[in-house]
């Protein structure tokens, strides 16, 4: 099995900084794309951005110029580098990468998601 743990999220006032981090581990063979996605009350879950294992980008329009994405491909890891945050980034914030087990197949598993709350 594959788990990803999320870590960072909190309560942090308008234009304030917080950086998000996800670790993949257990029977992972090779992670690919990995990336953070976001889900508002009453909003469907939308992307925020991706990175590929080449560490090639997309960052969604609403994000770009003040989020950040990048990785480490030894430790599995995600970081999502997020400043001058704004009240409408308020959402539960998933981890989301796409993995090649060990014992074969490939698939997305997701973290549990962190609570990233904007608010003075």
């Known amino acids: 099995q594959v788990q990803l743990v999320e870590s960072g999220g909190g309560l942090v006032q308008p234009g304030g900084s917080l950086t998000l981090s996800c670790a993949a581990s257990?029977?992972?063979?090779?992670?690919?794309?990995m990336g953070w996605y976001r889900q508002a009350p009453g909003n469907q879950r939308e992307l925020v951005a991706t990175?590929?294992?080449?560490?090639?980008?997309n960052i969604a329009d609403f994000v770009k110029g003040r989020f950040t994405i990048s990785r480490d491909n030894v430790k599995n890891t995600v970081y999502l580098q997020m400043n001058s945050l704004k009240p409408e980034d308020t959402a539960v914030y998933y981890c989301?990468?796409?993995?090649?087990?060990?014992?074969?197949?490939?698939?997305?598993?997701w973290g549990q998601g962190t609570q990233v709350t904007v608010s003075s």
């Open positions: 257990g029977s992972i063979a090779t992670v690919y794309t």
């Open positions: 990175i590929t294992r080449g560490a090639s980008t």
């Open positions: 989301n990468a796409y993995v090649r087990g060990v014992y074969g197949g490939q698939r997305d598993y």
